[in-house]
């Protein structure tokens, strides 16, 4: 079993709508981050977060620590929101990585 | 101020050839990463580098692969011979040293082999 865990894998959404992308992690860290990967490019960190909710424009991250779960929504999507989103861990000096979320936002 | 840079963005090469990857992590990060993603996967770590040091190769498969970080700066990885199951994008991320820093990525190296 990975030790992140992301769902869904693949998610498609109409324009406007409120997306939520989970995650889930088995091991002690101190903290998490969210990423964003488009096709062809980088990657970049959207959160990085050790406890409650951040926001940034149309993007908030949770995180409960007790149970060990993330979440990241965009509200009002947008096609250009299109992207792959990455779960990952600090466990210890180590980052470790979910598998990651395709997201495709139509118009 | 540029972010890390990485070189060159796009490599195909055949089966059995030798190949370079290059990188240059932001200005007074000590600390430098390079990952392997394969298709539909998260970033998979391969080596870490404290300064000029590579305290974390555990991932590094060493009979072909492998890096350098001459006076903890730049950073090259090396595949020689380069392997079909190679074909993956290669990424290099650096950060400032300690435990929750965070970690600025580069475009990456998107490799075919052929």
């Known amino acids: 079993k990975n030790e992140v865990e992301q769902s869904p894998q693949n998610l498609t959404a109409q324009e406007g709508e409120f997306i939520t992308i989970n995650c889930s992690y088995s091991?002690?860290?101190?903290?998490l981050h969210w990423l964003q990967q488009h096709p062809g490019g980088g990657i970049v960190s959207l959160f990085m977060?050790?406890?409650g909710k951040k926001k940034h424009g149309r993007l908030i991250a949770t995180i409960n620590i007790q149970e060990k779960h993330s979440s990241l929504h965009i509200t009002a999507s947008h096609p250009r929101d299109s992207a792959v989103y990455i779960c990952?861990?600090?466990?210890?000096?180590?980052?470790?990585f979910g598998a990651g979320t395709i997201l495709r936002v139509k118009s | 101020e540029a972010g890390v840079v990485q070189s060159p963005r796009y490599k195909i090469i055949e089966k059995k050839q030798p190949v370079a990857f290059w990188c240059n992590p932001i200005?007074?990060?000590?600390?430098l990463y390079w990952y392997r993603q394969n298709l539909g996967q998260g970033p998979e770590l391969l080596i870490r580098?404290?300064?000029?040091?590579?305290?974390?190769d555990s991932q590094l498969p060493k009979d072909r692969f492998s890096a350098e970080r001459l006076k903890g700066v730049d950073s090259t990885l090396k595949i020689q011979p380069a392997e079909l199951g190679d074909s993956a994008v290669y990424l290099c991320?650096?950060?400032?040293?300690?435990?929750?820093?965070?970690?600025?990525f580069g475009q990456g190296t998107r490799l075919t082999v052929v």
């Open positions: 991320a650096s950060s400032l040293t300690g435990v929750n820093t965070e970690a600025f």
């Open positions: 091991v002690g860290i101190s903290a």
């Open positions: 977060l050790s406890s």
């Open positions: 990952a861990v600090n466990k210890g000096n180590k980052l470790v």
């Open positions: 200005s007074g990060h000590n600390t």
């Open positions: 580098y404290e300064n000029e040091e590579a305290v974390d």
